[in-house]
DNA sequence: AATGAATGAGGGTTCATTCAT
DNA sequence: AATGAATGAACCCTCATTCAT
């Protein structure tokens, strides 16, 4: 009895092993195969191109974010703790599978062209959902006015980064710390830098 | 009379057309050299590989802020102006060439085992050169005491955020005024978020 | 009930609606499993390789001529009557199904190598009983004496050429027409260039 | 001094060799490459897939017909005269070149989707052309009144029947005599069959 | 008998790099 | 220095065939 499913599973896995570790373009399908122990022909019955496979890695992800944010935005919580919720599950998914994280940070960013609507998905819904809370933030007058876009985007490039820093990081302990660290010190940034007073 | 140091700057500049237009793995070198109209082998008479021509692309800009830095260091400013102007700079020249900063927004990452050395001098050199002047800016009690190599990665992520979304613009006049602001935004952000109260 | 040779039908129909759309190196296993409504495991029940359908779909053809033919041959008729009425009958074969018309003409030549035996026996059994029947002409005096090899392979040719011309022409309807025209037409260009005057 | 057309003439003739032994299908870039004493990527500077080298090989043949026919057709002869020496000019060639020859008649059908257009153009300038010489007899009143196109398409077809049954003899030396005796018996059989009595 | 997921050899094509001119 | 034709390793993907269920 084989479940497809699990298929897909075990060769996004491998995937996620090869991509992080040699990057999307110098990684080959052949290696992603090994790394599944099966047959580069398998890889094809469950994914049109290998294109594809990256694009799913993506959407894995961002769906669980837009997932957990919808379940977020519609309770009656401060805006900001709201921010604060989605930053601390966004880093405790980084830390979990470091490797997707490294992979989303790195492939993200590919001429217009051959960008891949998973990818787009990524990089514009999550500044657009973090734009909306901060908007939010300011009608109710948890922060001051801003603009939201520009911030919205600076909060997205600092998380990012921080996420590539904890992720290229050796030291896996410290990876946890430092993002641990992280997820207070950017709070408290931003907090800070957008309080009403 | 064209001295072998114009024709590197002509490749140069080729590159950078092309491999913004296109990205580093699609951009080919024979489109390299006709774009600066010169015969490929021509392009090996100036650099080792394809890639020493991006980290030549990402020298070039590393240089000119290290030296702009470098001037800056030792004047006796207020950190957070020296801080203001850095920036200010960074999105002047990326506003006189936004194709470059296309690319190093886009090229900087890559596994490490392919890491160019003139990557990592971006990379790494830019952020703690950040955490050298927030280091300053807290010793001499301009900003309050925070993780200045979390807030240096962050200011970085930020900054080259804001560069990705103007470079990604279509519309060229916008790119201009969302760079001003986002400047005024992020040093407005950044410093109420680490005032000294 | 579904007795096996029902299903290899099957199969045989859904093979030649598939090669005659794709051409036979452009048809699939999968694309033919398909069509047949069954899996492509179950052709390999029925054909001990791809190769093997498209013999199949050959011999049947042949047979079915072959057959037509030996039911003529002894007849007490003109020679010239049974050319007419064999030409009669494969126009009208290839009238009802003009897929198996495209599928003969078009991969009736491929190298010796792989040459498969039931094409082989259609490329030199029908030139090689045109012969016979043309000889016997020839013996009856019905027409002149002649090079009966070149001639047969001649009127092969033609036939085969007025073939491919209605089976790949759009229009249905003058499919009939222009075949029916064409039967007429063939003859009276060989009656006539055959003719002992 | 390399002169590009030397080679790409050196890659046509070695495409030749390999194509007319094995078929299109079964003929690999390798192989015409090590036929040709060159590297695969080599293939690539003249040609821009295996499918043009097809359709080259075709275009000059075809060229070769036109260039002729054309020089022909405007000339004070009966129109006969014309068809004769086509004929022979046709099966000259094809003597000169027997592995060309069974690559025309072998690779000239494919499923209309994948129909290279040099290949149309000999499919279906051919038999248009010899329509035209054949309507130009029945003007004439050098041969009865016909259906043309019928005619046109029986003659394109026996032509192609016997340069086949030439092409895959094994004797070179029968090769000759048979499309020498061909050439007569074919003008004999469509002089008598079109004769005007 | 029927299934269809798994297989993996093999194919066409690309492109950074070289080197004779 | 400049050229650009030649190179060939390496890549992504296909698809006929198999075999455990």
Redesign the interface.
Known sequence: MSRPLDKKELIRKAAIQVIS???Y??ATTDQIAEEAGVAVGTIYNYFRSKEEILEHIFKVEVDKRFRYYEGLVNQNLPALEKLQRLLTMHFAEVLREPQVGQIM??ER??????QLPGIRGFLQGVPSRLQTILEEAVAKGEIRP??TE??A??????????V??AV?AQDQNKQKE?LQ??AR??M????????NR
Chains 1, 2, 3, 4 share one sequence.
């Open positions: 570790r040699q990057g373009y110098y940070v790195r960013l590919s001429p217009e062209d051959q801003c603009d520009i911030v985007a600076a909060l997205f490039g600092s998380i990012e980064a921080v590539s820093k290229f430092f660290n992280a010190e950017l408290d940034l931003y907090v800070r830098g957008l309080e």
